[in-house]
Each structure stands twice: as structure tokens, then as C-alpha cells.
């Protein structure tokens, strides 16, 4: 289900400008939006972090953390 609201964004913020005035004026669409995003990007940081929790319990930061730092070395 995240991939499809995935691809949906990614339609969306491709065709921008003209995609505007559909979700311009209506604050619970955009609201939609955020949780559509956010909620999928919560659980994989839960997933990501629990990964071989039971026999390292720094593993899974470790990876957290990697991945933070793909994201924001840019």
C-alpha cells in the first residue's frame, strides 16, 4: 500500500504545477498526505531498528543511523 501512495507522490510532484489545483485548497487532503507518508516511514525505522535485536541490541541503530546519514550527507 506504501509503494502505491509512493508512486502516487511521485506523480504528483512531477507534474506539480498543473497538479496543484487539486490538493491546493483542501487541508484535509494535504493532512492525508502527510500521514499517507509518514506512517510507512514510521514503521520502517521500527522494522529497520528491531533488525537482530536479539543478539546485538546495536545493530539496529547502527543501520538507523546509516541510513540517516545517506539521507542528510547529501
Known amino acids: 500500500m506504501s509503494a502505491v501512495w509512493w508512486f502516487i507522490s ?3 510532484v512531477a507534474s506539480y504545477p498543473k ?3 487539486l490538493w491546493a ?3 484535509a487532503l494535504k ?6 507518508t509518514l506512517i510507512p516511514f514510521f514503521w520502517s ?3 529497520l ?3 537482530n535485536i536479539h543478539h ?9 543511523m546509516f541510513v ?7
Open 25 to 27: 485548497g483542501s487541508k
Open 68 to 74: 540517516f546519514l545517506l539521507v542528510w550527507v547529501r
Open 31 to 36: 493532512s492525508l498526505f502527510g500521514l499517507l
Open 10 to 12: 511521485f506523480v504528483l
Open 45 to 47: 525505522m521500527i522494522v
Open 56 to 64: 546485538d541490541l546495536y545493530y539496529g541503530s547502527a543501520l538507523l
Open 49 to 51: 531498528r528491531s533488525v
Open 19 to 21: 497538479s496543484n489545483p
